[in-house]
Every structure is written in structure tokens, then in C-alpha cells.
């Protein structure tokens, strides 16, 4: 018997947006391995999706890039025209981007600031984006969405970032239930909810942290950003053809 491959995704159009480092780095390299032809985007760091496009070895001569403040709003209708220009057409869209508030200049920001910010990049682009490239693979007759939850949205931490990224992270979970509703059954709309991943933030994190991660985490590590994009390389495909509308954690084992 032939081995099937794992959530094959040759001949599709896939956009990754905030795919310069991290998650989104994670999920374009897993995306392409799948045989998806790739559309990635940054907010400003042209020369890190410059590398994450070198990461992309083969893969990289059918990747195309974007780079533009997807907080405003004529950026992101450009950037869906330019997709819908570029591939033929996209049936898979990732919302990735976000602020960082952890170890970018918005670190230094206060709390009211950083709470603007988290609403226009995390939850407004990931709305618009969403509704409008939903509205086209509707009306194509197919499509994937994927948005990017925290699993301890839901349930809390304690702490200005606590309080942050549950607001924002909490508003993309609930809609993502929704559009799924709105968009079905042509398109079908996930999210993925990380626990303690190591991207930039946990490779310099102190050791309380790293103990803390520990106990909280029945897997007893850290997650990594390979951890998340396999879930979404899953989600994209024909494989998860019956889930939509769900909010996954991928964390470990996490429930406090």
C-alpha cells in the first residue's frame, strides 16, 4: 500500500501573513513543504521575509512577498488584490500578523497605547482580511482560513500583557465561530490557539519562566513554532475537511 503524504497541499495559493520570523516563518516553510505556492507578507522587515523566502529553498521561486503596515486599511485592500493578482487564486489565507508587545519597539509603549495598537494590527486587519478574502472564496466555491488565537484567552493570566492579548486574542476566537458560520460550506474557518511557544520573547526568557512553562505544561516544554504551523498545515488541508469553526490549542496540554 502506498503511504499517504501528510496533508498534501500542491496546487494551492496560500497567503501567510507576518511571515518574516517566528510562527509565520514556521508556517510558510510547512506550508511549501505541503506544495503550496506561497504569498507572504511583513509589516516592515523586508530583509527578514527576504529570509525566510531563502529558508524556502525550491519552494522560493513560486513565493511571492508584500510588505506594508497592515493596520491601514488601503494596505490590506492592496494586498488582497495583489494576492488574488499573483495566485491563481489563493485558497488558503493565514492571519499571522501582529504587534509585538513583548520584545519590538511596542514594548515601551503604555498600556493604553499598546491596547490600540493590539486592536488595529491583531484584531481589525484580522477581521478585514478575513471578511474580504472570505467574501471571494465564497463566491469561488472554496477556501481555508486560519487565525491565530492564545489558549489562556479564554481562561486568563495574570498582568498588563495578560489582560492585553486576552482582549485582543479572545475577539479573534469569537469571530472566527462566527465567519465560519457565515461562510460555510464553502469556506472553512479555524483558529489555532498557541500555549508557551518559543519565538523571540521565550529564547531569552528568565529562568522562572522557563520553570513556569515546565509546570504548566504536561508535555513538561516549551512549544515551537514548527509545533504550530503542523496544525495548520492540517487545518488547511483536504485531511480537516469536516472542522470548521473551532478554536485548537496547541499547547502542550495546558488547562491552567
Known amino acids: 500500500m502506498r503511504k499517504a503524504e501528510f496533508a498534501n497541499l500542491t496546487g494551492r495559493g496560500a497567503v501567510v501573513t507576518g511571515a518574516s520570523s517566528g510562527i509565520g516563518r514556521a508556517i510558510a ?6 506544495g503550496a505556492e506561497l504569498y507572504l507578507t511583513c509589516g516592515s522587515s523586508a530583509e527578514k521575509l527576504r529570509e525566510t523566502v531563502d529558508i524556502l529553498g525550491e519552494a522560493s521561486s513560486r513565493t511571492h512577498t508584500f510588505v506594508g503596515d497592515l493596520a491601514e486599511v488601503a494596505v490590506c485592500e492592496r494586498l488582497v488584490e495583489d494576492a488574488w493578482s499573483k495566485l491563481a487564486p489563493p485558497t488558503i489565507w493565514i492571519n499571522n500578523a501582529g504587534v509585538d508587545l513583548l520584545t519590538g519597539s511596542a514594548a515601551r509603549l503604555g498600556y493604553d497605547e499598546k491596547l490600540s495598537r493590539l486592536w488595529e494590527v491583531d484584531v481589525q486587519t484580522t477581521i ?6 472570505g467574501s471571494r472564496m465564497k463566491s469561488a466555491g472554496e477556501g481555508v482560513i486560519v487565525n491565530i488565537g492564545w489558549d489562556q484567552a479564554d481562561r486568563g493570566m495574570e498582568g ?6 486576552a482582549t485582543a ?18 469556506v472553512r474557518v479555524n483558529c489555532v490557539a498557541p500555549g508557551w511557544i518559543k519565538t523571540a520573547w521565550g529564547e531569552g526568557a528568565s529562568e522562572y519562566w522557563n520553570e513556569r512553562v515546565r509546570r504548566e505544561t504536561p508535555l513538561d516544554r ?3 513554532p514548527q509545533d504550530i504551523a503542523k496544525a495548520v498545515r492540517f487545518l488547511c488541508s483536504d485531511d480537516a475537511s469536516f472542522i470548521t469553526g473551532q478554536v485548537i490549542n496547541v499547547n502542550g496540554g495546558a488547562v491552567r
Request: aromatic share 8%; no cysteine.
Open 128 to 133: 478585514r482580511l478575513s471578511r474580504e478574502a
Open 29 to 34: 516553510v510547512e506550508l511549501a513543504q505541503a
Open 222 to 224: 516549551w512549544g515551537t
Open 160 to 165: 498588563d500583557s495578560g489582560e492585553l492579548f
Open 169 to 186: 486574542k479572545n475577539a479573534i476566537m469569537g469571530f472566527t465561530r462566527s465567519l465560519s458560520v457565515s461562510l460555510a460550506p464553502q
